[in-house]
């Protein structure tokens, strides 16, 4: 399985940016999805945004559509979920996770034996 180390998370006010990275180990297959989930406390995980690794296609949550934007670098070997304009609401821990396949559901990472980062916690202050 590869193995994923997300940084960028932190503290910021509301209205202001944060940018998380996922550096994925080990070779990443041009086909391969890349996506970044959150899990705030007392609730499920939800899908935030996934992209292709090729960069083709991406998918985002409709709370955070036009806010938020993933991007990979493969140069770098790193994803990225730029998050603009914050909200309390946006408060938790980001997943970065990895499939061999389109991933808009937690439950599809694990089916598809994907892989999760250890996560990154986001704070939003009012």
């Known amino acids: 399985q590869v193995q994923l180390v997300e940084s960028g998370g932190g503290l910021v006010q509301a209205g202001g940016s944060l940018r998380l990275s996922c550096a994925p180990s080990?070779?990443?297959?041009?086909?391969?999805?890349m996506g970044w989930f959150r899990q705030a406390p007392g609730k499920e995980r939800e899908f935030v945004a996934s992209?292709?690794?090729?960069?083709?296609?991406?998918y985002y949550a409709d709370s955070v559509k036009g806010r938020f934007t993933i991007s990979t670098d493969n140069a770098k070997n790193t994803v990225y979920l730029q998050m603009n304009s914050l909200k309390p609401e946006d408060t938790a821990v980001y997943y970065c996770a990895s499939a061999p396949a389109p991933i808009t559901r937690a439950s599809a990472v694990t089916s598809s034996k994907g892989s999760w980062g250890q996560g990154t916690q986001v704070t939003v202050s009012s």
């Open positions: 080990g070779r990443i297959f041009s086909s391969a999805y």
């Open positions: 992209i292709r690794w090729s960069g083709s296609m991406t």
